[in-house]
């Protein structure tokens, strides 16, 4: 039996919408070892989305144990990781019972729209009542939206966790129940993740990570507190709220499994945690993530800027404990890579999410189609929870490779109206846009983007950013390699592979008729399906 070497290595445990995935790095951001499984999603009704708490940490422990095998099997030994990070799906939403450990419901995922209603009684509650601002002093109506956008940088929607949190209080008993009892913790994916690999009710650490922190309605975004006017707003104990803490420090230590001992040492939201791989650390750098949704960040630096378009104000990342944050300006698009899936799982179009290439590459344009996917309504820079998906200009002539085509399209007209309200927020024009996620591993996708948007699109060769970004805070944490996130230059020999650059060709002409098509197809699906206050 050969002697197993000694090296130095960080893990990523990458929690996604679909799947989990660990990789295991080296200093240059070369993957050593890695391993990755799907888990089910479940949809009861119509514009509900859940997942199992529990599945999802199972398939965590296993990914985490095969990866290391897999390490070993290439010569390494597994005490060569050293720290780990973990990044996630955000704002899907948990809750869990302090007593048992156990989930009291299953998770509502970040896409799920079932919380309507319970949008618009807030939004009502806003218009009349109002928010706190001070002791006996409300601010209603409009002045009442924008106090929340100045607490929390978000505006109510189904997005966001704290409403997810207040429909299952309002509808499982069992949760209601939890919370009048102050047996309820309450925790997005990377809460729930870190708990149970530190111990669960065993000695398992309850915390919520900054980034995550601010997605959820309840955090103010410049003290980096949960804000007790919004408990009360919304009616929650503080006692169900995990600790906060930031993006990169040792918060524990696992408590299983093949990495017993190592320490957990960043943790960040996936499409932040994205940002910070592709080192847009600095004001005015930008990427897009194409993965379930598509999500593109503007780091702003120290400064919230407050979008007048329609984006949202959010935390980039906290280099450790007690340190000044980076805030992004973000657009959030609801559909992107799930489109895909539609069209292979539901419509039966494709086989292989890959084969949607060679299917819209077979026709020059879309035929006249133009799709909307609103399967959840949509998010930046439209916010209409009631939109729905549209698919119109359909003919006798229209073929599945013409909506493979335009559902490709469809995430290229949103990047660039997220782009065009960044242009305005900014006051800068984009030259070219950085790119990662699954989406991008085809290039007539990237074609299609560089094409609509009258930009270039960068596309590194190591693609797995958002794991990457939660490796580089673990290893900060402990100061593996001499990493330190406060001192971005320390960084310079990470993931310095080549890149490739695709270019428009699209006469201006045949881009702007697209998009005029586009904003028209959008105005046809808001408001399909409106909230009703109760």
């Given at each position: 039996?050969?002697?197993?070497?000694?090296?130095?290595?960080?893990?990523?445990?990458?929690?996604?919408?679909?799947?989990?995935?660990?990789?295991?790095?080296?200093?240059?951001?070369?993957?050593?070892?890695?391993?990755?499984?799907?888990?089910?999603?479940?949809?009861?009704?119509?514009?509900?989305?859940?997942?199992?708490?529990?599945?999802?940490?199972?398939?965590?422990?296993?990914?985490?144990?095969?990866?290391?095998?897999?390490?070993?099997?290439?010569?390494?030994?597994?005490?060569?990781?050293?720290?780990?990070?973990?990044?996630?799906?955000?704002?899907?939403?948990?809750?869990?019972?302090?007593?048992?450990?156990?989930?009291?419901?299953?998770?509502?995922?970040?896409?799920?729209?079932?919380?309507?209603?319970?949008?618009?009684?807030?939004?009502?509650?806003?218009?009349?009542?109002?928010?706190?601002?001070?002791?006996?002093?409300?601010?209603?109506?409009?002045?009442?939206?924008?106090?929340?956008?100045?607490?929390?940088?978000?505006?109510?929607?189904?997005?966001?966790?704290?409403?997810?949190?207040?429909?299952?209080?309002?509808?499982?008993?069992?949760?209601?129940?939890?919370?009048?009892?102050?047996?309820?913790?309450?925790?997005?994916?990377?809460?729930?993740?870190?708990?149970?690999?530190?111990?669960?009710?065993?000695?398992?650490?309850?915390?919520?990570?900054?980034?995550?922190?601010?997605?959820?309605?309840?955090?103010?975004?410049?003290?980096?507190?949960?804000?007790?006017?919004?408990?009360?707003?919304?009616?929650?104990?503080?006692?169900?709220?995990?600790?906060?803490?930031?993006?990169?420090?040792?918060?524990?230590?696992?408590?299983?499994?093949?990495?017993?001992?190592?320490?957990?040492?960043?943790?960040?939201?996936?499409?932040?945690?994205?940002?910070?791989?592709?080192?847009?650390?600095?004001?005015?750098?930008?990427?897009?993530?194409?993965?379930?949704?598509?999500?593109?960040?503007?780091?702003?630096?120290?400064?919230?800027?407050?979008?007048?378009?329609?984006?949202?104000?959010?935390?980039?990342?906290?280099?450790?404990?007690?340190?000044?944050?980076v805030y992004a300006l973000e657009g959030s698009?609801?559909?992107?890579?799930?489109?895909?899936?539609?069209?292979?799982?539901?419509?039966?179009?494709?086989?292989?999410?890959?084969?949607?290439?060679?299917?819209?590459?077979?026709?020059?344009?879309?035929?006249?189609?133009?799709?909307?996917?609103?399967?959840?309504?949509?998010?930046?820079?439209?916010?209409?929870?009631?939109?729905?998906?549209?698919?119109?200009?359909l003919s006798s002539y229209t073929t599945p490779?013409?909506?493979?085509?335009?559902?490709?399209?469809?995430?290229?007209?949103?990047?660039?109206?997220?782009?065009?309200?960044?242009?305005?927020?900014?006051?800068?024009?984009?030259?070219?846009?950085?790119?990662?996620?699954?989406?991008?591993?085809?290039?007539?996708?990237?074609?299609?983007?560089?094409?609509?948007?009258?930009?270039?699109?960068?596309?590194?060769?190591?693609?797995?950013?958002?794991?990457?970004?939660?490796?580089?805070?673990?290893?900060?944490?402990?100061?593996?390699?001499?990493?330190?996130?406060?001192?971005?230059?320390?960084?310079?020999?990470?993931?310095?592979?080549?890149?490739?650059?695709?270019?428009?060709?699209?006469?201006?002409?045949?881009?702007?008729?697209?998009?005029?098509?586009?904003?028209?197809?959008?105005?046809?699906?808001?408001?399909?399906?409106?909230?009703?206050?109760?």
């Amino acid at each position: 039996m050969s002697i197993l070497k000694q090296g130095e290595f960080v893990g990523s445990l990458d929690c996604g919408t679909t799947s989990v995935r660990f990789i295991i790095f080296d200093q240059y951001a070369n993957i050593v070892s890695q391993h990755q499984s799907e888990f089910p999603q479940y949809y009861p009704n119509p514009g509900w989305h859940e997942h199992d708490p529990e599945e999802i940490q199972q398939i965590s422990d296993e990914c985490i144990t095969q990866a290391c095998a897999k390490l070993e099997e290439a010569g390494w030994a597994k005490e060569s990781v050293k720290v780990i990070g973990i990044t996630n799906q955000r704002e899907t939403t948990v809750a869990w019972s302090k007593t048992t450990g156990k989930p009291l419901c299953k998770a509502i995922v970040w896409t799920d729209s079932r919380t309507k209603n319970t949008v618009a009684h807030f939004e009502h509650l806003l218009a009349t009542t109002g928010i706190e601002i001070k002791p006996g002093q409300f601010k209603s109506g409009k002045e009442g939206v924008e106090a929340l956008r100045d607490i929390t940088g978000l505006k109510l929607s189904t997005y966001f966790s704290g409403i997810k949190l207040r429909w299952m209080i309002d509808n499982y008993s069992e949760v209601q129940k939890a919370h009048n009892e102050d047996d309820l913790l309450f925790g997005t994916i990377e809460s729930w993740v870190v708990y149970n690999l530190t111990g669960d009710v065993q000695g398992g650490i309850h915390v919520s990570e900054v980034t995550n922190a601010s997605r959820t309605l309840l955090l103010n975004l410049r003290e980096l507190t949960w804000e007790e006017r919004l408990l009360t707003f919304f009616g929650f104990r503080r006692s169900i709220l995990p600790k906060l803490v930031s993006s990169s420090e040792v918060y524990g230590h696992l408590s299983h499994g093949p990495l017993k001992g190592v320490p957990i040492g960043g943790l960040i939201g996936d499409q932040q945690g994205a940002l910070v791989g592709n080192k847009c650390l600095s004001q005015g750098e930008a990427k897009c993530t194409y993965g379930t949704g598509a999500f593109l960040l503007f780091c702003t630096g120290k400064d919230i800027v407050k979008s007048g378009h329609g984006l949202l104000s959010t935390v980039a990342y906290q280099p450790g404990p007690g340190a000044a944050p980076v805030y992004a300006l973000e657009g959030s698009i609801g559909v992107a890579g799930s489109a895909i899936k539609w069209l292979r799982d539901s419509m039966g179009f494709i086989k292989s999410a890959s084969e949607i290439n060679t299917l819209a590459a077979s026709v020059p344009d879309t035929g006249g189609v133009c799709f909307v996917t609103a399967f959840s309504g949509l998010l930046a820079p439209y916010w209409d929870p009631g939109a729905a998906g549209l698919l119109i200009g359909l003919s006798s002539y229209t073929t599945p490779a013409h909506i493979a085509r335009a559902t490709m399209e469809a995430t290229a007209f949103q990047t660039r109206a997220v782009l065009e309200s960044m242009k305005l927020d900014s006051r800068t024009e984009l030259e070219h846009l950085k790119v990662d996620g699954g989406m991008t591993n085809g290039d007539v996708c990237m074609e299609i983007l560089a094409d609509i948007g009258g930009f270039d699109v960068v596309r590194p060769d190591m693609r797995e950013s958002t794991a990457l970004g939660s490796a580089l805070l673990a290893g900060s944490a402990i100061r593996l390699f001499g990493w330190d996130m406060s001192k971005p230059a320390t960084l310079a020999e990470v993931n310095t592979k080549g890149s490739r650059t695709f270019n428009p060709h699209m006469p201006e002409e045949d881009r702007e008729k697209g998009w005029t098509a586009w904003l028209r197809a959008v105005e046809r699906s808001k408001g399909w399906d409106e909230g009703v206050y109760e």
